[in-house]
């Protein structure tokens, strides 16, 4: 299983900010994914990377922004916050081997819960 | 395109019965793969088991097993002997070539004592 870590958890910030959102994993997983997800709704994909250096826009639009400098590290960048950015944003990674055969299990992080005031 | 229908209200269940949540998918992939992950209200998501298009046996993890109807394009979930920590969100998710997961809408399932 993949360890995941995300921070903050919760972040209550005014219009205008700008805000990193951190995600790292520490199963040197290649895969990286970063998903929009408003309350009681279904996740969104917004950004992705298959490695360092590499990094793709998803199926949802965003005006955040990624990078992936490190194996391990894939921060979310917004530079200017909005009310429209409020939302929970979900980190996952994933290996690409599962009892032998080549399956992307997605493994998530706790979520950061933004609210843009 | 991918495409995963959930189409369940919100479900209810008796503490220790069983209950199946229904998920059905839509894809062009000759090969592909479905998920199901949990959601408490915490709001992390939780991975609970894994079928393959081309697994001849349905998927079982402890409680949880996979009915899997490629035929009817389905994907149920199965939770035996519910606990009251089942109540969540639980998402159906499908994958292909492109290992890009595309989610359903989600059920709301709720455990009574």
């Known amino acids: 299983e993949a360890d995941i870590y995300q921070t903050p958890r919760y972040l209550v910030i005014g219009t205008g900010k700008k805000i990193t959102l951190e995600c790292s994993q520490t199963?040197?997983?290649?895969?990286m994914y970063w998903y929009q997800q408003d309350p009681g709704m279904e996740l969104h994909l917004i950004h992705y990377s298959y490695g360092v250096n590499s990094t793709e826009k998803g199926d949802l639009s965003s005006e955040s922004t990624v990078s992936r400098i490190r194996t391990e590290h894939f921060p979310l960048t917004l530079e200017s916050a909005r009310p429209s950015h409020t939302s929970q944003y979900l980190c996952?990674?994933?290996?690409?081997?599962?009892?032998?055969?080549?399956?992307?299990?997605?493994?998530f992080g706790p979520g950061t819960r933004l609210t843009v005031l | 395109a991918q495409k995963i229908t959930q189409t369940q209200p919100g479900m209810f269940v008796q503490e220790k019965e069983a209950v199946t949540l229904d998920c059905t998918y839509d894809?062009?992939?000759?090969?592909?793969?479905l998920f199901w992950y949990k959601q408490p209200s915490s709001g992390e998501m939780i991975f609970l088991i894994y079928?393959?298009?081309?697994?001849?046996q349905n998927a079982t993890e402890g409680r949880y097993s996979l009915n899997f109807q490629k035929a009817r394009k389905s994907a149920n979930l199965v939770i035996s002997a519910s606990q009251l920590g089942d109540s969540a969100m639980y998402f159906c998710?499908?994958?292909?070539?492109?290992?890009?997961?595309?989610f359903g809408k989600g059920i709301t399932l709720s455990v009574r004592p």
């Open positions: 079928q393959g298009s081309y697994d001849q």
């Open positions: 199963m040197g997983h290649d895969k």
């Open positions: 894809t062009s992939d000759p090969s592909y793969g």
């Open positions: 996952a990674s994933s290996d690409s081997y599962r009892q032998g055969i080549i399956v992307d299990t997605q493994y």
């Open positions: 998710a499908i994958t292909g070539a492109n290992s890009k997961l595309t």
